[in-house]
Nanobody
Framework: QVQLVESGGGSVQAGGSLRLSCVAT????????MGWFRQAPGKERQGVAG????????VYADSVKGRFTISHDNGKKTVYLEMNSLKPEDSAMYSC???????????????????????WGQGTQVTVSS
């Protein structure tokens, strides 16, 4: 059973930066495909960024390209979301997600959708003020 715990959310002014972290436990030494999602009140969940199990492939929503960077530290079993040039519209609950430990190849385009993911964290709130 994989468990995900996010941290790093908070309140910042527009133009500021935050780094979110998501620690995965229960997956042994297997690397997982992972993604970051966000959901603002009254809006649908949106895929923000995804990363392949090897870390060799990343994908971003158009709204965050050039501002957000997803990465992972295999040794720490942690995936990060570096968020720069934050805008008020980035305000949302951010959650990380992970696939199971036995999956086939997943195309990058699919990593922004919820379907590949089996495990979800509780989320961390990001609030950006203007």
């Amino acid at each position: 059973q994989v468990q995900l715990v996010e941290s790093g959310g908070g309140s910042v002014q527009a133009g500021g930066s935050l780094r979110l972290s998501c620690v995965a436990t229960g997956n042994g030494n297997r690397q997982l495909y992972m993604g970051w999602f966000r959901q603002a009140p009254g809006k649908e969940r949106q895929g923000v960024a995804g990363i392949s199990d090897s870390g060799g492939r990343t994908v971003y929503a158009d709204s965050v390209k050039g501002r957000f960077t997803i990465s992972h530290d295999n040794g720490k079993k942690t995936v990060y979301l570096e968020m720069n040039s934050l805008k008020p519209e980035d305000s949302a609950m951010y959650s990380c997600a992970a696939t199971g430990t036995v999956v086939g190849w997943i195309p990058s385009s699919a990593l922004l959708g919820g379907r590949p993911y089996q495990y979800w964290g509780q989320g961390t709130q990001v609030t950006v003020s203007s």
